[in-house]
């Protein structure tokens, strides 16, 4: 039998493994935003391009960082890399639909406040927005690309699916959900504030009670397409009854809607709360 002493220190060693490769992916992402020569502005197409090369290079190199943090953890069993990164068929059409309507509901002001501020109606701009000649116009966008397809596919893939299973086994789930917005904030300093937010928190707490990394990547999208909303033009707009009305309803509705829309038995058994039941080779 292995003493306590033991135990605790082989924990806190393990413990500092996980956050050491977490720092590493942080700083990987970082770092590669920066290692281009130039003083282009950020929304020029050439930064734009090599930011997406950079970002995509070190996307690809984050899964190896987890398959080398599984071998040294010593998992056993290990659960399939891919599924434990949030790509997964089981349950992918609930966690794409059920994450981002629970956003939206958290978003029903400004959504209104859109509405009510289109001159043609909502519906008629959501039409606009569907039609292949408009899909067309955005792909070719690079300003478009990087805001609403890459910033949330590779933010999520390495800062969500990559970094939270590596402190989940530390953490524990509900902890990880703290901890996870300090390395996201590594890469948006300037934003940590409002990436601690608890309306932010929720997509983290999506990941790990769904399993799914589309649910945070489909929110952040829409996030970053409403942008953080303008509460003080609310109060300086004519129909600001309403408005606030709608921004009360989506909260109310929200903190309703939270636990049964993340509900595991919508997408099945989540292989990053499978890692608090595996058992390691030096507890044994």
């Given at each position: 039998?292995?003493?306590?002493?033991?135990?605790?220190?082989?924990?806190?060693?393990?413990?500092?493994?996980?956050?050491?490769?977490?720092?590493?992916?942080?700083?990987?992402?970082v770092?590669?935003?920066?290692?281009?020569?130039?003083?282009?502005?950020?929304?020029?197409?050439n930064?734009?391009k090599?930011?997406f090369?950079?970002?995509?290079?070190?996307?690809?190199v984050?899964?190896?960082?987890?398959l080398?943090?599984?071998?040294?953890?010593?998992?056993?069993?290990?659960?399939p890399?891919?599924?434990?990164?949030?790509?997964?068929?089981?349950?992918?059409?609930?966690?794409?639909?059920?994450?981002?309507?629970?956003?939206?509901?958290?978003?029903?002001?400004?959504?209104?406040?859109l509405?009510?501020?289109?001159?043609?109606?909502?519906?008629?701009?959501?039409?606009?927005?569907?039609?292949?000649?408009?899909?067309?116009?955005?792909?070719?966008?690079?300003?478009?690309?990087?805001?609403?397809?890459?910033?949330?596919?590779?933010?999520?893939?390495?800062?969500?699916?990559?970094?939270?299973?590596?402190?989940?086994?530390c953490?524990?789930?509900?902890?990880?959900?703290?901890?996870?917005?300090?390395?996201?904030?590594?890469?948006?300093?300037?934003h940590?504030?409002?990436?601690?937010?608890?309306?932010?928190?929720?997509?983290?707490?999506?990941?790990?009670?769904?399993?799914?990394?589309?649910?945070?990547?489909?929110?952040?999208s829409?996030?970053?397409?409403?942008?953080?909303?303008?509460?003080?033009?609310?109060?300086?707009?004519?129909?600001?009854?309403?408005?606030?009305?709608?921004?009360?309803?989506?909260?109310?509705?929200?903190?309703?809607?939270?636990?049964?829309?993340?509900?595991?038995?919508?997408?099945?058994?989540?292989?990053?709360?499978?890692?608090?039941?595996?058992?390691r080779s030096?507890?044994?």
């Amino acid at each position: 039998m292995l003493s306590i002493k033991t135990l605790s220190d082989t924990f806190v060693g393990e413990c500092w493994i996980s956050v050491s490769c977490c720092l590493l992916l942080a700083c990987l992402y970082v770092g590669s935003l920066y290692v281009w020569k130039g003083s282009l502005p950020r929304d020029h197409p050439n930064t734009i391009k090599r930011r997406f090369t950079s970002v995509l290079c070190v996307s690809a190199v984050a899964p190896l960082v987890v398959l080398a943090w599984t071998h040294s953890m010593k998992l056993r069993p290990s659960p399939p890399l891919w599924a434990l990164l949030g790509i997964r068929l089981e349950g992918f059409v609930p966690a794409a639909v059920l994450p981002l309507t629970l956003t939206m509901v958290l978003f029903l002001g400004p959504l209104t406040q859109l509405a009510v501020e289109s001159p043609r109606g909502l519906f008629h701009d959501v039409k606009a927005g569907l039609n292949c000649q408009s899909w067309s116009k955005r792909v070719k966008d690079l300003k478009w690309l990087r805001n609403h397809v890459v910033a949330p596919l590779t933010e999520e893939f390495v800062f969500r699916a990559c970094i939270i299973p590596m402190l989940v086994p530390c953490t524990g789930p509900t902890s990880a959900i703290f901890i996870s917005p300090l390395f996201f904030g590594v890469a948006h300093f300037h934003h940590i504030i409002e990436q601690l937010r608890f309306g932010q928190d929720t997509v983290f707490d999506i990941l790990i009670c769904a399993g799914h990394l589309v649910g945070p990547v489909l929110c952040h999208s829409f996030c970053n397409r409403m942008g953080f909303p303008a509460i003080g033009s609310v109060l300086e707009h004519p129909q600001k009854s309403l408005i606030l009305l709608f921004y009360q309803l989506g909260v109310l509705l929200f903190f309703i809607l939270l636990f049964p829309f993340t509900d595991p038995t919508f997408y099945g058994m989540s292989p990053v709360c499978s890692l608090l039941l595996t058992p390691r080779s030096a507890c044994t």
